[in-house]
Structure formats: structure tokens, C-alpha cells
């Protein structure tokens, strides 16, 4: 019976001790305000990453629209041969099936033109909407 009650004493004192394992509010509060100053420090290197991911997706946009207006430009070529210049946007090049479709609401306006060589240049440019794009 002795082991017993000394066994129940030495129970009582360790849960005495770590209390019941849960944190106080100024320990919350504490963690909170840690991790707002963490997150506000980070914040603007994240917003520039994402500016520079939008960055490089419109520089790859408008490449893949020049190259496909340089497959354009071979057969427009070979039926306009004498032509000065024309003008195509990345619209017309998805319809035609020279580009695969673009973002919902991008587009790009193509010019060719013939240069003092005799050769065609393109030229791709932002298509300017309505919206202030």
C-alpha cells in the first residue's frame, strides 16, 4: 500500500509541474506579432518575383507571337509577293492556326513591311483594348 501512495504522490507532482501543456496568451500573442513582422519583411520580395514572373511571361508571349508571324510571313509572301505591307493580329494567327490560343484578353498587333532590301520585317506590338491594358 505504501508503493501505491508514493507512486499517486509522484503523479501529482509532475503534472504540478508542467501544468496542463497549453500556452498563455501573451505566449500567442507573442507568436502572432513574430510572424506578422516575418511575413511583412518577406512580403515585398514575393511581390517581386511575381511582377518579374508576369515580366517574363509577356516577353515569351510576344515571342512566340513573332514566330508565328514569321510562319505567317512565309506564305503571305508566296501569295502577296509585291506587296508593301499588311497588318495581322495574334487573333487571326490562333484562327489560322499559326499560334496556339493566348491568355484570355491578350492580343498582339503584327505589322509587315518590306524594307529598302527588298525583304520583309515584323513587327510586334501590344494590342492596346479599351480596358487601359
Not at 503523479?11 to 511583412?40: C, D, S
Not at 518590306?114 to 506590338?125: H, L, M, Q, S
Request: a negative charge; zero cysteines; charged letters at 20%.
Amino acid at each position: 500500500m505504501q508503493k501505491q501512495t508514493t507512486m499517486h504522490q509522484e503523479k501529482r507532482k509532475f503534472l504540478k509541474k508542467t501544468g496542463n501543456g497549453g500556452f498563455t496568451l501573451v505566449e500567442l500573442i507573442v507568436v502572432i506579432v513574430i510572424m506578422g513582422i516575418l511575413t511583412a519583411a518577406i512580403l515585398p520580395t514575393v511581390t517581386g518575383y511575381v511582377a518579374s514572373a508576369r515580366e517574363q511571361v509577356r516577353e515569351s508571349n510576344l515571342h512566340m507571337v513573332e514566330q508565328a508571324a514569321h510562319l505567317y510571313l512565309t506564305n503571305w509572301e508566296m501569295d502577296n509577293s509585291g506587296t508593301e505591307s499588311t497588318t495581322i493580329t495574334a487573333s487571326q494567327l490562333v484562327t489560322e492556326g499559326y499560334l496556339s490560343a493566348l491568355p484570355e484578353g491578350e492580343d498582339y498587333t503584327v505589322t509587315i513591311s518590306r524594307n529598302d532590301n527588298g525583304r520583309y520585317d515584323v513587327a510586334v506590338t501590344p494590342a492596346t483594348t479599351g480596358e487601359g491594358a
